[in-house]
């Protein structure tokens, strides 16, 4: 290997314990059904400067060390990543203390960002399973989760979502209308955990209002 090789290859190392964070997200996501047809991206945070981020195309669920590349999360664009890692670095550049970020087309999801927005925003309130979330510990209280058009000009989205998130009361998570969500938190472990609960809260609401989910 010549040097610019074995830079190339320092560069791209990244931690055993990173590349298993962002295959349980993955792989739990494909179990569940969250990334059908090689949808959605899953990454974790490696410092101040990088992420672990799942590479563009392939099935999420079954994604393996391979499919995961180390990229940076103030550039420049690494030439494997997803049109949507841009949307990553956008959610970590909000506070250092967001350790992975995950992101599905679960069925849900999707429909709770075409059914349930009011004002760019679906409110989860009341119900118990809102202690899931990192801070929250009681039912009486609201998660507004921010919901975004949708747009194929990624860096134009990830300067909106940057421009409306930050400063904002952690939401844990967005939607993007018609096309699914983004969900973060301190580590892999807590992500799981908010997608979860996010999945379970909004197929709840639809069931309320009569929308099969
Ligand atoms: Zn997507």
């Given at each position: 290997m010549n040097v610019a090789g074995a830079q190339t290859a320092l560069a791209e190392h990244i931690p055993d314990d990173v590349v298993r964070g962002v295959m349980a997200l993955a792989h739990h996501s494909g179990a569940k059904n969250?990334?059908?047809?090689t949808s959605g991206n899953f990454s974790v945070r490696i410092d101040a400067r990088d992420c672990a981020v799942t590479a563009s195309g392939g099935d999420k669920g079954k994604v393996?060390?391979?499919?995961i590349i180390r990229a940076g999360i103030h550039g420049p664009?690494?030439?494997?990543?997803?049109?949507?890692?841009p949307l990553h670095y956008a959610i970590y550049r909000?506070?250092?203390?967001?350790?992975a970020v995950a992101h599905v087309h679960a069925l849900p999801a999707v429909l709770a960002s075409l059914a349930l927005a009011h004002e760019a925003r679906v409110r989860i309130e009341g119900?118990?399973?809102?202690?899931?979330?990192?801070?929250?510990?009681?039912?009486e209280t609201h998660l507004d989760v921010p919901v975004f058009a949708n747009d194929q000009d990624m860096d134009a989205l990830a300067e909106r979502v940057e421009a409306r998130l930050k400063?904002?009361?952690?939401?844990?998570g967005f939607l993007l209308a018609g096309h699914g969500l983004y969900v973060w938190g301190q580590d892999a472990t807590e992500t799981l955990r908010h997608l979860d609960a996010f999945d379970y809260l909004f197929t709840l609401m639809l069931k309320l209002k009569g929308i099969p989910a």
């Open positions: 969250w990334v059908p047809a393996t060390a391979d499919g664009a690494h030439p494997r990543a997803s049109a949507e890692a909000l506070s250092p203390a967001i350790g119900l118990e399973l809102l202690k899931a979330f990192r801070g929250v510990k009681t039912h400063g904002m009361t952690p939401a844990w």
